[in-house]
């Protein structure tokens, strides 16, 4: 079982940037789907954005033009930069590949 570790939430003000890590327990799944998804209060998990083995990446419509993923395979980690942060982007954010999870990171846009 993959164990996959989610780093580099906090508090940012509105039109701040944050960059999110997520460390894999395994290099093998580095060449494989790997996603960010994200729950906020109330609503249901929804995916963020995934980006393929080969690098290719795709967002949802909320976050296009703002947000980054990425994948370092030389440290097994993913990452998911985020820019133009909004207040609907508060949610805790979850690293993902297959049936594993991360513990998830909060972020909180707040003035």
């Known amino acids: 079982q993959v164990q996959l570790v989610e780093s580099g939430g906090g508090l940012v003000q509105p039109g701040g940037s944050l960059r999110l890590s997520c460390a894999a327990s395994?290099?093998?799944?580095?060449?494989?789907?790997m996603a960010w998804y994200r729950q906020a209060p109330g609503k249901q998990r929804e995916l963020v954005a995934v980006i393929s083995g080969g690098g290719s990446a795709n967002y949802a419509d909320s976050v296009k033009g703002r947000f980054t993923i990425s994948r370092d395979n030389a440290k097994n980690t993913v990452y998911l930069q985020m820019n133009s942060l909004k207040s609907e982007d508060t949610a805790v954010y979850y690293c993902?590949?297959?049936?594993?999870w991360g513990q998830g990171t909060q972020v909180t846009v707040s003035s």
């Open positions: 993902n590949f297959e049936q594993a």
């Open positions: 395994r290099r093998s799944i580095m060449s494989y789907p």
